[in-house]
């Protein structure tokens, strides 16, 4: 019996890590869609944007059109009007 109680107390800290990595993801997917979550990501974007002015840190670069990977809908959306705005301006002329 004295086996099992140190063989479970040796790996307790697996236990507690992923308690803790659980209960930590779900108050991060809570905390993302509040007035506090959104005030403190922006200025956590505004900080990565200064670091990546100031030093230059290239990996904290995100590419500019990164939101059309992450928003196809949208994008879709958004190159129909664009070529339809063109096709009418063609017209005009």
Known sequence: MDTLTTLFSDRTWIYTAIAGALLGAAFLAYFKGTH????????F???LDF?????NLTWFKQDENAWRK????VTA????????LASLENKKK
């Open 36 to 43: 506090a979550g959104i005030w403190c990501y922006s200025k």
């Open 45 to 47: 974007d505004e900080l």
């Open 70 to 73: 992450r928003y196809p809908k």
């Open 77 to 84: 959306k958004i190159d129909d009007i664009e070529s339809r």
């Open 51 to 55: 670091l990546v002015q100031r030093y």
